[in-house]
């Protein structure tokens, strides 16, 4: 079993009645705006995660399909959290920028997958590849999100 805090956690919902539901409600908390999706988080191991968030109105956009910034949070959430629960204890990660493109109409239910290489997590750039598919498999979102890593500061001693 590891030692990283959000594994664990993940892993031990799952245990429980709803788990991922109720460990995807947790992790949503931190950011609010990833609450509006409504997401399940799937998979959730080093270097990868999977959600999924349904077609539902609060998402949709004018022509009924679900808006590019749900989309967007949806592959900002599963890049948050392959990256909590990839990087080294030493190291620490700040997003620094975001890269996209529309593929498809996304008028479905949507599946979310954020991956990375086990051995970029290295000092400085880290590119982290999030995609988004339709319930039939087509790719509607396929971006980049560029997460910097760099090392903690020394505690301070009390």
Known sequence: MTDNYLLKLYHKT????????????????KAP???SIKPTITELQPNY????????????NHIGTVHAIALCNG??????ALAEASIPKHLRWIPKGMTVNY??????????????????WKL??????VQ??????TLVIDGV????ISEKPPRKSA
């Open 132 to 137: 988004g598919f339709r319930r039939d498999g």
């Open 14 to 29: 799952l245990g429980y009645p709803f788990g991922r539901a109720l460990f995807s409600r947790m992790f949503a908390a």
């Open 103 to 120: 593929t498809a109409k996304a008028d479905s239910d949507i599946r979310i997958v954020a991956s990375t290489d086990p051995q970029a």
């Open 124 to 129: 400085g750039d880290l590119p982290v590849i």
């Open 75 to 80: 592959l900002e959430m599963a890049m948050g």
């Open 145 to 148: 999100i560029t997460i910097y």
């Open 49 to 60: 995660c999977e959600l999924t968030f349904k077609k539902r109105k609060a998402v949709q």
């Open 33 to 35: 705006y990833f609450k």
